[in-house]
């Protein structure tokens, strides 16, 4: 069918609840939440079809047309700025990107500013509108390690209930910006399928709490 809706969803905890909202919304594909190795799933009903990708992959598979619409954190989003319309906030994986550092830290204005991270252009962005000079430690997961090895001084990472931050001693700096899941739509796609994808999003907007 080549009107099917194609649906990029983020592999993972927050993909599971958004997905949960369009099962809500009664748009579901059945056996997506099944646990094996199938990658797509089809609702032939409604011509929807759901795909699982890495969170970092949903704006490609988007902006790129291979899905119509998708749902990426708002991490993501501006980190990797694609050229994509954001339809709505899905008000899940309410968290936020924050500068944090060990308890005894102090800020030598004087020195280049160590900054570990997963997110390298947000970090970026947040210090060059400080005029701070930074060094960017890119890593890929337990960002908070570094601060504790003397590998960066600050961190640039995703909080959300503040756990991992207090149990490693670790406390919040600043807030560099407010996080959630976000709908996103093909640019393209919104002109020639734009009748069912605002049905997906008013649907989605009324299980939205
Ligand atoms: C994220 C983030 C923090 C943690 C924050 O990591 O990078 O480490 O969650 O959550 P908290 O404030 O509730 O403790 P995630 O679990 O997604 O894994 P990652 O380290 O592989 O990114």
């Not at 291979?66 to 709505?88: F, M, N, Q, S, W």
């Not at 968290?95 to 997110?119: G, I, Y």
Request: glycine share 12%.
């Amino acid at each position: 069918m080549s009107d099917v809706l194609n649906i990029a969803l983020p592999k993972g905890r927050l993909g599971e609840r958004v997905y949960g909202l369009f099962e809500r919304a009664g748009f579901g594909c059945p056996g997506a939440l099944d646990k094996g190795r199938k990658l797509i799933f089809e609702n032939e009903a409604l011509g929807l079809r759901c795909f699982w990708v890495k969170p970092s992959d949903v704006p490609i598979y988007v902006e790129r047309g291979a899905a119509d619409i998708g749902a990426a954190g708002r991490d993501i989003l501006l980190e990797y700025g694609p050229d994509v319309y954001e339809l709505l906030d899905l008000r899940t994986g309410v968290c936020r990107m924050a500068v944090a550092a060990l308890e005894d830290f102090r800020d030598n204005p004087e020195r280049t500013l160590r900054v570990a991270t997963e997110f390298p252009n947000i970090a970026q962005g947040y210090y060059a509108g400080r005029g701070r000079d930074i060094d960017i430690i890119p890593l890929r997961g337990s960002i908070e390690l570094a601060p504790i090895l003397g590998l960066s001084d600050v961190i640039v990472d995703i909080v959300e209930t503040g756990t991992t931050l207090r149990e490693n001693r670790l406390h919040v700096l600043d807030t560099v910006a407010d996080l959630s899941a976000r709908l996103i739509a093909n640019k393209a796609g919104l002109k020639f399928k734009g009748g069912r994808i605002h049905e997906v999003m008013r649907g989605l907007e009324a299980e939205i709490k």
